[in-house]
Structure formats: C-alpha cells, structure tokens
C-alpha cells in the first residue's frame, strides 16, 4: 500500500483471526518483520504488533525483512548455493544480506549501491541465488562483475509463514530484537526554526 497502512491494519488482523477461527488468548507470540523497509511501514508495523501483544500478554519477536526472504527462498533453487536477499530501497540504494547455503548470516544487512555489491557481498566461489523485489536491480552489477546467479522468481515479498516459523523459534527473551532496523536516516527533516515562525 502507498497510503492507508494505519487505518487498513487492524481491520486486516480482525478478519484473519475471524477467518482462523481464533482469540487473541489462543496465540503464544507475536511475529513482526522490523526491517529494512519503508519507515512508515516499519513505525505502523512494530507499534500494531507490540499492541497486540501488550494486549494479549503474550511476546513480540522481531524478525528481518532480509531473512524472511532469505528463509522463504525456494529449497531446491538454493541448494548449495549462497542467498544474496535484496529489497529496492526506492532510492538510488538497495538494502542486502548475504546468507550461506544453510542460510546463515554471511554478513550484516547492508545499504548498499547496486555497483558495490560484488565486491561487498558476493560469493566468488559459488553460484549465488538472488531473492526479494531488488534483485533484479542487483543483478546486472554482479553479471558485470562476472558473478554466475539465478534470480528467484518467487519471494518478492516476505511470506508471513516464514515470519512466523522464525520467530517461533525465538525465545522469550528476543522481544528486545522487535525494534526497527533503520540502515540510514530518514528523508523527513525537521522545518527551518524547529516550526516556529520566528527564530
């Protein structure tokens, strides 16, 4: 959604537990994906699910845009292979992670400039498997760079079911991980004299 995040969300998260059949008593763990993305979304998102959460008494795990779709990418594509996750940053950047074939961390999350990629997160030695909305931005700097990949046609997006699976495997003690993942400053600035008319 361009606009309406607020105003759509919960309305949205009442039709799914009617729709399951649940009460919020019945839930064990709130998943929430915290980033990197929109900061809007990302504010909207992590103040929904801590509501929720407060609400029901139950815990809130954070889990990264970049590892949802890292985790979400498809088994037989990604067998043997290192997993370059990246998100169009709507910018002249992209935000990426570079995952092993088991699917651990290679690297931090990163903004990065498509043409940085190859040298910052790429896996000479392998084949790499390309996954999220951004790779096709990412892609022709690493064919330049002479990087052999594949670019998943699936995984654009994070899939709520892998959300969910990773954060079940958290403890309680990761509530402190559902905090937002800012990889740089936002484009809002403050007005000339902190708003007021007059200096």
């Known amino acids: 959604m361009e606009r309406g995040h607020a105003e759509a969300l919960i309305p949205m998260v009442t039709r ?3 729709e399951a059949g649940l009460r919020y008593a ?3 763990r709130i ?7 929109a900061f809007t979304g990302l504010r909207i998102g992590l103040a929904a699910a801590r509501g929720l959460a407060i609400a029901a008494g139950i815990p809130v795990s954070g889990v990264t845009t970049l590892e949802a779709l890292a985790h979400g990418a498809d088994a037989g594509l990604r067998s043997g292979r290192p997993v370059l996750a990246v998100i169009d940053a709507k910018r002249a950047d992209v935000y990426a992670q570079l995952f092993d074939p ?10 990065l400039l498509p043409d ?10 392998r084949p790499m498997l390309l996954v999220g909305d951004g790779a096709s931005r990412a892609a022709p700097a690493l064919i330049a760079a002479g990087l052999e990949l594949e670019v998943a046609s699936e995984s654009q997006t994070p899939d709520p079911a892998v959300v969910a699976m990773l954060a079940a495997g958290r ?9 937002p993942l800012y990889l740089r400053p936002p484009q809002a600035t403050r007005p000339a004299h902190g708003g007021r008319l007059r200096p």
Request: no cysteine; aromatic share 0%; glycine share 10%.
């Open 102 to 111: 088991g699917l651990r961390p290679l690297s931090q999350p990163q903004s």
């Open 26 to 28: 019945q839930l064990d």
């Open 16 to 18: 799914v537990m009617a």
């Open 31 to 37: 998943a929430v994906t915290v980033g990197p993305g």
């Open 116 to 125: 940085e990629l190859p040298a910052t997160l790429a896996d000479p030695g």
């Open 171 to 179: 403890t309680d003690a990761d509530q402190r991980s559902a905090v």
